[in-house]
């Protein structure tokens, strides 16, 4: 991807929406498969850490509780913001602190799009995500999980519905600062034009992050395990409009290169330093057609 093209950060969306009439549509999923499998994989329990974030001005976004009594979200999430609620399981938690990156600048594709969020009180009935602090290695699939708008890849994104959502993807792109930031595309099961990273062939339940996705959580399974390895920041675009339809493409900022900061504010993060990557095939394969996209 051309990184001197613009991106959609995923902006939240203005709480208002929330009381506005909703489709049944789902979203950014693909259209021949059921709503009703991402909502299901949404709730399954490794994912259970995933809640809802609404800054002090209104905008919904996502954020995963790594520790009882923190939360790691997008720092976009929290510009000019001064206080946050993070709801989990319909309880409201409200902020002491807001954190964001040192390193933030407003361009996801150069990463630190990493923001902290201390909680009035521990969240005591979910288990934290285990954060992974080793680079990823292409290619392997991932889950990631957010409140955002929902849609097909046939209609992008349409409606917030405020239902926490996940799909599926294969993690097989970057944006040159593979790194910090890595991608994935959102491919059509009707044709494979719309391939922009490694296969163009989806995953079942393959999907696209959208706005209020920010600072929801990208997962991956390891030796059985599941880790927190990804922080949702952007979507980008081939078609002129990153709408999250089919082509367009999710960038999400990697855990292992801000350890270190997360690890100076947070006390006890629940880490692994698990070694891997001889057993992945190295296949890196980098879009060679410019994305445009547009701030959402
Ligand atoms: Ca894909
Ligand atoms: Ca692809
Ligand atoms: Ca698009």
Not at 138 to 162: E, I, S
Not at 175 to 180: C, D, E, L, Q, T
Not at 238 to 249: E, K, L, Q
Not at 271 to 294: D, E, K
């Amino acid at each position: 991807m051309n990184p001197g093209k613009k991106l959609a950060a995923l902006w939240g969306i203005p709480t208002l929406a929330l009381a506005l009439p909703c489709s049944t549509q789902s979203a950014t999923i693909r259209d021949d498969q059921p709503d009703s499998s991402y909502l299901a994989l949404a709730n399954d329990s490794e994912f259970a850490a995933v809640g809802l974030f609404v800054n002090s001005w209104g905008f919904t976004g996502s954020a995963t509780l790594i520790a009882p009594d923190w939360i790691l979200t997008a720092a976009h999430n929290l510009v000019a913001a001064s206080s946050g609620t993070f709801t989990l399981n319909g309880v409201a938690y409200a902020s002491t602190q807001l954190i964001g990156n040192p390193g933030w600048n407003g361009d996801g594709f150069n990463g630190y799009d990493f923001g902290l969020v201390h909680l009035s009180s521990p969240v005591t009935n979910v288990t934290p995500a285990t954060l992974y602090t080793e680079s990823l290695q292409p290619v392997l699939p991932a889950t990631f999980v957010g409140f955002g708008l929902t849609g097909t890849g046939l209609t992008g994104y349409k409606t917030l519905d405020n239902l926490k959502r996940a799909f599926n993807n294969e993690v097989d792109g970057d944006f040159g600062n593979p790194a910090r930031v890595l991608g994935c595309d959102f491919d059509n099961p009707h044709t494979n034009a719309d391939n922009s990273f490694g296969s163009a062939t989806p995953l079942t339940l393959e999907g696209c992050v959208a706005n209020g996705d920010s600072g929801g959580g990208v997962f991956v399974t390891i030796n059985s395990r599941t880790y927190l390895a990804g922080v949702i920041s952007f979507v980008a675009a081939t078609d002129g409009s990153a709408n999250a339809d089919y082509g367009d493409v999710s960038g999400f900022g990697q855990i292992s290169f801000v350890a270190p900061w997360i690890n100076s504010h947070v006390p006890e993060p629940s880490t692994t330093a698990l070694l891997i990557g001889l057993g992945w095939v190295l296949q890196w394969q980098r879009s060679r057609r410019n994305h445009a996209g547009r701030r959402a």
